[in-house]
Every structure is written in structure tokens, then in C-alpha cells.
């Protein structure tokens, strides 16, 4: 599964507040997928950098630090850029239709965006998790 970082899982790159709920929805993204990757605009190391804030602030699990980031080029996220995942066994978490590449809408599970005001009352990843909870099957996606 790949999750997008900016209005996703935090606000933006610059003022990362993380999005009610996040360390939930991460661990029970991990329970649910074998494989969870970061599909992002932001650069890896500014992505390492916020991650790590996350972890420190409890906002996200330990693993959150580490996470796979996927190299891409383009207009799109193709999930096809991440390495030894079939595009039809993945996911991609986003809030942005602009991003989901050609052929790859049914693997689009679209996220509201989360902007102002940045308050507890945003129910945004509860919604996405029952979304891909409803996807899940035996023998499901990366």
C-alpha cells in the first residue's frame, strides 16, 4: 500500500500537524498490508526529517521513521515505481485525483483532504481505514 504525506497523513511539508488519528491508522495499515510505502512530492530527506519529528512527538509508530519511500518520476504517481509490486496488487492513499495515474484509478483510494482548521474533529484517516478494510481480501494487495 502507498500513502501520500502532504494533506494525507499531515497537513503540508512545511507546518506537518499530523492528522487525528495517524498512529492508529498507520499500525493497523501495517496489520492490514505486508507492505506499506510512502508515495510523496516531498523529498526523501525532508520526508526522513518529518517522519522522525512524528515518531519523537508519538504522533506515529517507531517503524513510521524507516518507512519504504518510492522513487518516482512524472505528473502521476504510476505505482508501477514501486519495486517489486505488480501495479494490480497495490493501493495508492491520496487526497489528489490529479495524481493517480492512467488506468490506475481502481487502485485509488481517495483520502479528503485534511486543511484548516487542524483541529481533533477531522475524521479523515477513519474514513480512508474503513475504505481499504472494505478492500481487504485473502490474497490481497501490496
Do not use: N
Request: proline share 8%; charged share 25%; aromatic share 10%.
Amino acid at each position: 500500500m502507498a500513502l501520500d504525506l502532504e494533506a494525507t497523513l499531515i497537513s503540508s511539508a512545511v507546518s506537518q500537524f499530523p492528522r487525528p488519528g495517524l498512529f492508529e491508522f498507520l499500525v493497523r495499515c501495517r496489520e492490514l498490508f505486508p507492505r506499506v510505502v510512502m508515495f510523496t512530492t516531498v523529498r526523501e530527506q525532508l520526508l526522513r526529517d518529518i517522519a522522525g519529528t512524528l515518531v519523537d512527538e508519538r504522533a506515529a509508530p517507531e517503524w513510521f521513521r524507516e518507512l519504504e519511500y518510492v522513487h518516482w518520476t512524472g505528473t502521476t504517481k504510476d505505482l508501477s515505481f514501486i519495486p517489486g509490486c505488480p501495479v494490480g496488487e497495490a493501493l495508492l492513499v491520496d487526497d489528489l485525483a490529479a495524481y493517480v495515474h492512467p488506468g490506475q484509478q481502481a487502485q485509488w483510494v481517495q483520502a479528503e483532504p485534511f486543511e484548516p482548521p487542524f483541529d481533533g474533529s477531522d475524521t479523515g484517516l477513519t474514513k480512508v481505514l474503513e475504505k481499504l478494510e472494505e478492500r481487504v481480501s485473502p490474497g490481497a494487495v501490496s
